[in-house]
């Protein structure tokens, strides 16, 4: 497969974002934040939206975007001073 191949489908056949961002999977997001898998769930639920980190649903499977999920994290990290 070519690079230009590869940067279209992503990573071990993950769905690209289209900015090309890096895709993380819930697995990864988990690891970085801290959080559950099923934690993450029920932040993608219509309920706890307001609270997870943005995500994709790119043919049937869900995705991160590595930016996204790092300025969530930023923006939920205290601040004293």
């Known amino acids: 497969m070519s690079e230009k191949n590869t940067a ?44 997870g980190p943005p995500f994709h649903k790119v043919d049937h499977r869900i995705i991160y975007s590595l930016n996204e999920v790092l300025d969530w994290l930023d923006s939920r990290s205290s601040h004293h001073g």
């Not at 071990?12 to 769930?41: C, F, I, N, Q, W």
Request: charge should be positive; avoid cysteine.
């Open 8 to 51: 279209a489908t992503g990573r071990a056949g993950m769905p690209a974002l289209p900015d090309g961002d890096r895709r993380l999977t819930a697995a990864e997001v988990a690891e970085m934040s801290g959080l559950s898998v099923a934690t993450l769930r029920d932040y993608r639920s219509t309920r706890g939206r307001q609270y």
